[in-house]
Protein backbone atom coordinates (compact mmCIF):
# COMPACT_ATOMS: atom_id res chain seq x y z
CA UNK A 1 0.00 0.00 0.00
CA UNK A 2 1.46 3.42 -0.95
CA UNK A 3 -0.02 6.85 -0.30
CA UNK A 4 1.25 10.13 -2.24
CA UNK A 5 0.85 14.01 -0.87
CA UNK A 6 0.98 16.72 -2.59
CA UNK A 7 3.05 19.67 -1.65
CA UNK A 8 2.56 23.11 -3.09
CA UNK A 9 5.95 24.65 -1.36
CA UNK A 10 8.22 22.41 -3.83
CA UNK A 11 7.54 24.65 -6.97
CA UNK A 12 9.41 27.44 -5.35
CA UNK A 13 12.50 25.09 -4.64
CA UNK A 14 12.32 23.76 -7.59
CA UNK A 15 12.48 26.98 -9.72
CA UNK A 16 15.53 28.34 -7.15
CA UNK A 17 17.02 25.13 -8.23
CA UNK A 18 16.64 25.13 -12.10
CA UNK A 19 16.23 29.19 -12.33
CA UNK A 20 12.46 28.88 -14.28
CA UNK A 21 9.02 30.11 -13.35
CA UNK A 22 6.78 27.61 -13.12
CA UNK A 23 3.06 28.29 -11.32
CA UNK A 24 1.50 25.65 -8.63
CA UNK A 25 -1.27 24.33 -11.40
CA UNK A 26 -4.33 25.47 -9.14
CA UNK A 27 -7.05 23.24 -7.63
CA UNK A 28 -9.58 24.74 -9.53
CA UNK A 29 -8.63 23.68 -12.64
CA UNK A 30 -7.93 19.90 -12.10
CA UNK A 31 -9.13 16.87 -10.24
CA UNK A 32 -7.36 13.86 -8.49
CA UNK A 33 -8.88 10.63 -8.31
CA UNK A 34 -7.20 9.51 -4.92
CA UNK A 35 -3.71 9.67 -3.32
CA UNK A 36 -3.90 6.15 -1.92
CA UNK A 37 -2.87 3.24 -4.16
CA UNK A 38 -1.19 -0.30 -4.56
CA UNK A 39 1.59 -1.78 -6.21
CA UNK A 40 1.07 -5.50 -6.81
CA UNK A 41 2.99 -8.26 -5.76
CA UNK A 42 4.94 -9.06 -8.91
CA UNK A 43 4.84 -5.53 -9.88
CA UNK A 44 6.79 -2.43 -10.11
CA UNK A 45 4.51 -0.23 -10.20
CA UNK A 46 1.06 1.04 -8.88
CA UNK A 47 -2.91 0.92 -9.90
CA UNK A 48 -2.85 4.22 -11.58
CA UNK A 49 -4.17 7.69 -9.86
CA UNK A 50 -5.97 10.23 -12.69
CA UNK A 51 -5.66 13.66 -13.15
CA UNK A 52 -8.30 15.57 -15.14
CA UNK A 53 -7.27 18.92 -16.33
CA UNK A 54 -9.14 21.14 -17.51
CA UNK A 55 -7.03 23.66 -20.22
CA UNK A 56 -9.75 25.69 -20.99
CA UNK A 57 -9.20 27.57 -17.62
CA UNK A 58 -5.33 27.46 -17.42
CA UNK A 59 -3.99 30.57 -18.68
CA UNK A 60 -1.81 31.03 -22.32
CA UNK A 61 2.18 31.55 -21.66
CA UNK A 62 2.33 30.40 -18.28
CA UNK A 63 4.27 26.94 -17.16
CA UNK A 64 2.16 25.08 -14.12
CA UNK A 65 3.31 22.46 -12.36
CA UNK A 66 2.16 19.89 -9.76
CA UNK A 67 4.33 18.20 -7.63
CA UNK A 68 3.39 14.79 -6.11
CA UNK A 69 5.24 13.26 -3.69
CA UNK A 70 5.35 9.12 -2.14
CA UNK A 71 4.30 9.69 1.02
CA UNK A 72 4.47 6.54 2.79
CA UNK A 73 4.75 2.72 2.05
CA UNK A 74 3.61 0.26 4.22
CA UNK A 75 6.75 -2.66 3.03
CA UNK A 76 10.13 -1.60 1.85
CA UNK A 77 12.01 1.83 1.75
CA UNK A 78 11.45 4.84 0.22
CA UNK A 79 14.45 6.31 -1.75
CA UNK A 80 13.95 10.45 -1.61
CA UNK A 81 15.89 10.76 -4.48
CA UNK A 82 13.11 9.35 -6.28
CA UNK A 83 10.13 10.52 -4.23
CA UNK A 84 8.56 13.32 -5.93
CA UNK A 85 7.66 14.18 -9.64
CA UNK A 86 7.36 17.08 -10.98
CA UNK A 87 3.81 16.85 -13.35
CA UNK A 88 4.90 19.69 -15.78
CA UNK A 89 2.46 21.89 -18.06
CA UNK A 90 4.71 24.00 -20.39
CA UNK A 91 2.42 24.53 -23.57
CA UNK A 92 -1.53 25.03 -23.95
CA UNK A 93 -3.03 23.75 -26.97
CA UNK A 94 -6.66 24.46 -28.10
CA UNK A 95 -8.11 23.89 -31.54
CA UNK A 96 -8.79 27.39 -32.97
CA UNK A 97 -11.86 27.92 -35.09
CA UNK A 98 -11.70 30.69 -37.11
CA UNK A 99 -15.80 31.88 -37.21
CA UNK A 100 -15.68 35.61 -38.83
CA UNK A 101 -16.92 34.47 -41.96
CA UNK A 102 -20.44 33.18 -39.87
CA UNK A 103 -20.64 36.79 -38.96
CA UNK A 104 -22.46 39.59 -41.06
CA UNK A 105 -20.21 43.10 -40.63
CA UNK A 106 -21.63 45.81 -39.92
CA UNK A 107 -20.03 49.45 -39.11
CA UNK A 108 -20.51 53.10 -37.60
CA UNK A 109 -18.49 55.13 -40.43
CA UNK A 110 -18.28 53.56 -43.70
CA UNK A 111 -15.58 54.47 -46.59
CA UNK A 112 -16.50 56.93 -48.99
CA UNK A 113 -16.48 54.55 -51.58
CA UNK A 114 -19.00 52.08 -50.32
CA UNK A 115 -19.49 48.87 -49.51
CA UNK A 116 -16.99 46.69 -51.70
CA UNK A 117 -14.54 48.90 -53.39
CA UNK A 118 -11.86 50.59 -52.44
CA UNK A 119 -10.91 50.63 -48.40
CA UNK A 120 -14.54 50.39 -47.78
CA UNK A 121 -15.55 47.99 -44.30
CA UNK A 122 -15.50 44.49 -46.01
CA UNK A 123 -11.77 44.82 -46.26
CA UNK A 124 -11.48 44.21 -42.24
CA UNK A 125 -13.10 40.59 -42.34
CA UNK A 126 -11.83 39.60 -45.95
CA UNK A 127 -9.32 37.23 -44.88
CA UNK A 128 -6.43 39.67 -46.95
CA UNK A 129 -3.93 41.57 -44.97
CA UNK A 130 -3.04 43.64 -47.49
CA UNK A 131 -5.91 45.09 -48.38
CA UNK A 132 -7.75 47.33 -44.91
CA UNK A 133 -10.51 49.07 -43.79
CA UNK A 134 -10.04 52.79 -43.78
CA UNK A 135 -12.23 55.88 -42.70
CA UNK A 136 -12.43 59.34 -41.59
CA UNK A 137 -11.90 58.93 -37.42
CA UNK A 138 -13.95 59.95 -35.21
CA UNK A 139 -14.59 58.85 -31.36
CA UNK A 140 -16.38 56.48 -30.21
CA UNK A 141 -16.62 54.40 -33.43
CA UNK A 142 -17.50 50.80 -33.91
CA UNK A 143 -17.47 48.05 -36.13
CA UNK A 144 -19.64 44.59 -35.71
CA UNK A 145 -20.10 40.96 -36.01
CA UNK A 146 -23.41 39.47 -35.77
CA UNK A 147 -23.79 35.35 -35.93
CA UNK A 148 -27.12 33.36 -36.58
CA UNK A 149 -26.49 31.99 -33.32
CA UNK A 150 -24.71 32.85 -29.77
CA UNK A 151 -21.34 31.55 -30.11
CA UNK A 152 -18.64 31.42 -27.25
CA UNK A 153 -15.47 33.39 -28.24
CA UNK A 154 -12.00 32.17 -27.26
CA UNK A 155 -9.51 35.23 -28.36
CA UNK A 156 -9.89 37.95 -31.44
CA UNK A 157 -7.14 39.35 -33.58
CA UNK A 158 -5.93 42.33 -35.04
CA UNK A 159 -3.59 43.21 -38.15
CA UNK A 160 -2.37 46.73 -38.28
CA UNK A 161 -2.35 48.47 -42.47
CA UNK A 162 0.28 49.03 -44.18
CA UNK A 163 -0.04 52.54 -43.82
CA UNK A 164 1.25 55.40 -40.20
CA UNK A 165 0.87 53.72 -37.02
CA UNK A 166 -0.87 56.85 -36.09
CA UNK A 167 -4.09 55.89 -37.78
CA UNK A 168 -3.85 52.26 -35.85
CA UNK A 169 -6.26 51.30 -32.90
CA UNK A 170 -4.89 52.39 -30.07
CA UNK A 171 -7.71 52.15 -27.23
CA UNK A 172 -11.46 49.72 -27.26
CA UNK A 173 -13.55 47.64 -25.48
CA UNK A 174 -15.35 44.59 -27.20
CA UNK A 175 -18.79 44.16 -26.11
CA UNK A 176 -21.19 40.75 -26.48
CA UNK A 177 -24.69 40.95 -26.77
CA UNK A 178 -27.71 38.87 -27.84
CA UNK A 179 -30.48 41.44 -28.26
CA UNK A 180 -28.34 44.28 -29.86
CA UNK A 181 -29.65 46.74 -27.31
CA UNK A 182 -28.25 45.23 -23.76
CA UNK A 183 -24.26 44.89 -24.59
CA UNK A 184 -21.40 43.41 -22.05
CA UNK A 185 -17.85 44.33 -21.96
CA UNK A 186 -15.67 41.09 -22.09
CA UNK A 187 -12.39 42.67 -23.13
CA UNK A 188 -11.04 45.98 -22.65
CA UNK A 189 -7.96 47.53 -24.21
CA UNK A 190 -5.62 50.45 -23.59
CA UNK A 191 -2.38 52.16 -25.37
CA UNK A 192 -2.20 49.42 -27.60
CA UNK A 193 0.29 49.56 -29.81
CA UNK A 194 1.50 47.62 -33.55
CA UNK A 195 5.37 47.49 -33.67
CA UNK A 196 5.07 47.03 -37.45
CA UNK A 197 2.97 47.18 -40.45
CA UNK A 198 0.78 44.24 -40.97
CA UNK A 199 1.21 42.78 -37.79
CA UNK A 200 -0.92 40.79 -36.45
CA UNK A 201 -1.89 40.51 -32.61
CA UNK A 202 -4.41 38.09 -30.75
CA UNK A 203 -6.27 39.20 -27.91
CA UNK A 204 -7.78 35.96 -25.86
CA UNK A 205 -10.50 36.62 -23.52
CA UNK A 206 -10.27 35.85 -19.80
CA UNK A 207 -12.23 33.67 -17.61
CA UNK A 208 -15.57 32.12 -19.09
CA UNK A 209 -17.31 34.28 -21.23
CA UNK A 210 -21.15 34.05 -22.36
CA UNK A 211 -22.44 33.14 -25.83
CA UNK A 212 -23.79 36.10 -27.47
CA UNK A 213 -25.06 35.96 -31.20
CA UNK A 214 -23.62 39.99 -31.55
CA UNK A 215 -19.85 41.34 -31.42
CA UNK A 216 -19.10 44.74 -31.22
CA UNK A 217 -15.79 46.78 -30.78
CA UNK A 218 -16.07 50.11 -29.85
CA UNK A 219 -12.69 52.27 -30.88
CA UNK A 220 -11.63 54.86 -28.50
CA UNK A 221 -8.73 56.38 -29.59
CA UNK A 222 -6.34 55.73 -31.92
CA UNK A 223 -2.85 57.09 -32.42
CA UNK A 224 -4.11 60.22 -33.57
CA UNK A 225 -4.47 60.66 -36.68
CA UNK A 226 -7.45 62.06 -38.22
CA UNK A 227 -8.08 58.20 -40.32
CA UNK A 228 -8.56 55.25 -38.38
CA UNK A 229 -7.07 51.81 -40.69
CA UNK A 230 -6.95 48.40 -40.12
CA UNK A 231 -6.37 44.74 -42.35
CA UNK A 232 -8.19 42.22 -40.45
CA UNK A 233 -10.68 41.92 -37.38
CA UNK A 234 -10.85 37.85 -37.07
CA UNK A 235 -12.89 36.46 -34.20
CA UNK A 236 -11.65 32.75 -32.79
CA UNK A 237 -13.78 30.09 -30.81
CA UNK A 238 -12.17 27.13 -29.36
CA UNK A 239 -13.31 23.37 -29.07
Given at each position: ????????????????????????????????????????????????????????????????????????????????????????????????????????????????????????????????????????????????LKFPTAI????????????????????????????????????????????????????????????????????????????????????????
Open positions: AVTFKLDPTLVATYNAQTGTAYRLLPDSVYTLSGLSSVIRAGNTSSDPLLINVATSRMRFGVRYMLPVTLDSASNGAINPQMQTTYFRFDTILRKSVDVTAQGTLTVSNENGGGSGAGEGSPKLVDGDINTKYLYNYVSPSWFETLGAYTFTSANDAATRDPKNWTLEGSNDGTNWTVIDTRVDEAFAARFQTKRYEIAGTPAAYSQYRVNVSANGGSSLFQMAEWRMIRYE
